[in-house]
């Protein structure tokens, strides 16, 4: 066989790995290994948090042991699932951040969202959310237009490629949230989600009430500006 003819078969052989239909065996592969380690590190981290807690609490008998579990727990399962997710959208050339950022838009009222809203929605800065907009413009997932109801104002809305790329996606995204509730029950999602969302609403209150604060002073400077 011709080298050229060589060549040539061993190319179309190889991966398109820019290509999200389908993952390279390679890739299939590493992610397994990928969170079989995240799974035995995760085990070893509850572990050394439980030793530093005991640590810790026999030099601070005052320690608040069960708030302190709860909040470093919680913080340690969000970057171990973060993780997992961005092991997994890395084959279609995405991060966990990148994906939610992409199906805000998607699933935002009309299609569309300004950049300050998906902000807002993700609790990012906006330099953040301005590069990974540049970067989804860039791979022609999203694109800027002007809002029907004030074409003064810049919105996002996701392409068609985008559009195909979520819908193919979600199935997939699912699947790897199923796997990573793995052995809870009903019951126990249903308290944990529960829970959640308790400790999320008392968090966020203060917020929204100093924004609600910065809001009414200044209305009232506006209301009490004199008239040119």
Do not use: C
Not at 13 to 21: D, G, L, Y
Not at 127 to 152: C, F, N, Q, V, Y
């Amino acid at each position: 066989m011709p080298k050229g003819r060589k060549r040539e078969d061993a190319k179309a052989r190889t991966p398109n790995v820019a290509e999200p239909s389908t993952l390279p065996v390679d890739y299939r592969i590493a992610n397994m290994i990928t969170q079989v380690t995240i799974m035995q590190t995760t085990n070893n981290i509850v572990q050394r948090l439980e030793d530093g807690i005991a640590r810790v609490r026999r030099m601070h008998p005052q320690l608040p042991v069960e708030v302190v579990r709860v909040v470093r727990l919680t913080d340690l399962l969000s970057r171990v699932m973060f993780a997992r997710l961005d092991a997994f959208l890395a084959g279609h050339g995405l991060t966990d951040t990148s994906w939610l950022f992409l199906t805000s838009i998607y699933t935002a009222p009309g299609g569309v969202r300004s950049p300050s809203e998906v902000g807002r929605a993700l609790a990012q800065s906006k330099p953040h959310m301005t590069r990974l907009a540049d970067t989804l413009l860039a791979k022609g997932l999203i694109r800027r237009t002007h809002s029907e109801a004030d074409r003064r104002r810049v919105v996002l809305a996701v392409t068609p490629k985008g559009q195909r790329l979520v819908e193919r996606l979600l199935p997939q995204v699912w699947a790897q949230h199923q796997q990573l509730a793995h052995g809870l029950a009903r019951t126990d999602l249903a308290q944990l989600s529960a829970l959640l969302a308790k400790w999320l609403s008392q968090l966020d209150r203060p917020v929204q009430e100093s924004v609600a604060a910065v809001h009414r002073r200044t209305e009232g400077k506006r209301s009490h500006r004199p008239a040119t």
